[in-house]
């Protein structure tokens, strides 16, 4: 069974915290799109609270189920999003690619993980655990409340994509007029 990232500052031979400076974290944040609403320096502020981490190809990030509370960006490689259907038989619903974030809905609903995240390639991800996001709450109103807004339009792109695609497997009805 490929193991599994519980804590982002977990360190073993397929997950290891690297070295990256609060800078290079922000350098590799602002190449998202989501990041092109932010000033360097508030980019800085968010990468401060964020750790690096490398994973193994095939290794777990989450699985679905999971309690652990953080967000992953993406910033090397490349990380398949799975879901078990009815008959428990693994689906690929996404694939994430460098730059983009997966997991935030555990830093807003705290519910367990809705899917399983798994490299597909060797990756490097920054990480935002629920309680370092809750310091730039404290610290930075403002600027958390801007990263929450730019996070929800991400969702609520993701959102619109699935509806498009599950309305592709919907009976046609005829309307009720």
């Not at 807003?108 to 809750?134: G, I």
């Not at 404290?138 to 929450?148: C, F, I, R, Y």
Request: neutral net charge.
């Amino acid at each position: 069974m490929a193991e599994t990232l519980k804590d982002p500052a977990h360190q073993t031979s397929r997950f290891a915290e690297t070295v990256l400076s609060f800078r290079e974290r922000a350098l590799h944040i602002e190449k998202c799109r989501w990041a092109r609403e932010f000033a360097w320096e508030q980019l800085e502020a968010i990468a401060r609270q964020m750790a690096d981490i490398e994973i193994a190809r095939d290794a777990v990030v989450f699985h679905e189920g999971d309690r652990d509370l953080y967000l992953c960006l993406l910033i090397k490689g490349q990380i398949g999003i799975w879901k078990e259907d009815s008959t428990r038989s693994r689906k690929r619903i996404a694939t994430i690619d460098a730059g983009q974030t997966f997991g935030e809905m555990s830093l807003f609903d705290e519910r367990p993980r809705s899917a399983t995240a798994q490299a597909d390639a060797d990756c490097l991800l920054l990480v935002l655990r629920k309680d370092r996001f809750n310091c730039l709450v404290q610290d930075s109103p403002a600027l958390a409340l801007k990263l929450v807004v730019s996070l929800i339009k991400v969702m609520s792109s993701r959102l619109r994509k699935t509806t498009g695609q599950l309305a592709e497997y919907l009976p046609v009805e005829e309307s009720g007029r």
